[in-house]
């Protein structure tokens, strides 16, 4: 079955140290994203990446990277630049233009709580 | 500015109907989309509107009105497992999607 993983799905850190939220898909899709959602809110971008060895800023980079060596792929790591990294992170890929289907479909989301 | 509007809660009755508002406010508009999120999971796709006018999906319909901004997700028989947030997002002219904080959708017995 096609799909996207997210591992894991509860993750613990201490402050000031960084963290890798692993994202793997296996839908062919070209376009792959990173949100944030803190609780009582919606989505916010992070990061998104529309082709292998390609990626954007969204609206909250700050405090974040991101890579994208393989279509498969997209790897956030949560740095200790950023202030507040306790939140849901969800993951999201696309068809995009390939198809002009813009539907995201997300993975089951990692959630870290940094103490 | 870029701004996706909707209520933060609802409260509805089971068997009931409910209908969910979205005004949006984007750099171009490429359609609107309605997502489904159960606490603590993943959203998932409940329905994409392009053109103006109903789409009827099973107990689920949406509607658009491009002139006005306006969307919304109308949800019948309600029943207790769709008690959760309901998310509008619009593709803006760089087929980004814009999200709204979404709408908490509790249901009562």
């Known amino acids: 079955d096609g799909g996207i993983t997210q591992s894991p799905k509860y993750l613990f850190r201490k402050e000031g140290q960084n963290v890798t939220l692993s994202c793997e898909q296996n839908?062919?899709?070209?376009?792959m994203y990173w949100y944030r959602q803190d609780p009582g809110q919606g989505l916010r971008l992070i990061y998104y990446?529309?082709?292998?060895?390609?990626?954007q800023k969204g609206d909250i980079a700050e405090g974040y990277s991101v890579s994208r060596e393989k279509k498969e792929s997209f790897p956030l790591t949560v740095t200790s630049a950023q202030k507040n990294p306790t939140a849901f992170y969800l993951c999201?890929?696309?068809?995009?233009?390939?198809?002009?289907?813009?539907?995201?479909?997300f993975g089951p989301g990692t959630r870290l709580t940094v103490t | 500015g870029q701004n996706i509007d909707q209520p933060t809660e609802m409260t509805a009755t089971e068997g009931a109907i409910v209908q969910i508002n979205c005004t949006y406010q984007?750099?171009?508009?490429?359609?609107l989309f309605w997502y489904q999120q159960h606490a603590g999971e993943a959203p998932t796709f409940l329905s994409y509107?392009?053109l103006d006018g109903l789409e009827e999906k099973g107990r689920f319909s949406s509607f658009l009105s491009r002139s006005k901004g306006y969307s919304y997700l109308l949800l019948k028989e309600l029943q207790m497992k769709d008690s959760a947030s309901y998310l509008c997002?619009?593709?803006?002219?760089?087929?980004?999607?814009?999200w709204g904080a979404g709408t908490k959708l509790i249901i009562k017995p």
């Open positions: 999201a890929s696309s068809s995009g233009t390939s198809d002009f289907s813009y539907e995201q479909y």
């Open positions: 839908l062919n899709h070209d376009a």
């Open positions: 990446s529309q082709i292998v060895n390609d990626f």
């Open positions: 984007t750099s171009g508009f490429n359609g």
């Open positions: 509107n392009v």
């Open positions: 997002a619009a593709l803006d002219s760089n087929y980004q999607l814009i």
